[in-house]
């Protein structure tokens, strides 16, 4: 799949435990709250830039806030999912 990627968030578990509403995480990122209500419902994917300021926002690691969909695959047709840490099988 080159291009695009499904992508699944923990943004608003994560924000919600932070005991964060929408507008307040708007605010910490430079970005307006319907930035955050579309990125939550799936139907914005941020950029590079705004992912690693959401993360840093919420003290979390980017990887904690989006995740690959199941099922998605790389280039060796290996899933993603099932790459153990470090990158390497």
Do not use: C, W
């Not at 943004?11 to 605010?27: F, N």
């Not at 709250?33 to 579309?38: G, W």
Request: no cysteine; net charge neutral.
């Amino acid at each position: 799949m080159k291009g695009t990627h499904e992508l699944t968030n923990s943004v608003r578990k994560l924000r919600r435990a932070a005991d964060m509403t929408q507008e307040d995480l708007a605010d910490r990122a430079g970005v307006s709250r319907q930035t955050i209500l579309a990125i939550e419902k799936g139907n914005y994917t941020p950029s590079v830039g705004l992912a690693l300021m959401l993360a840093a926002v919420l003290k979390v690691r980017v990887e904690d806030l989006f995740q690959l969909s199941p099922g998605q695959l790389n280039e060796g047709g290996q899933s993603l999912t099932q790459i153990p840490e470090g990158g390497t099988s």
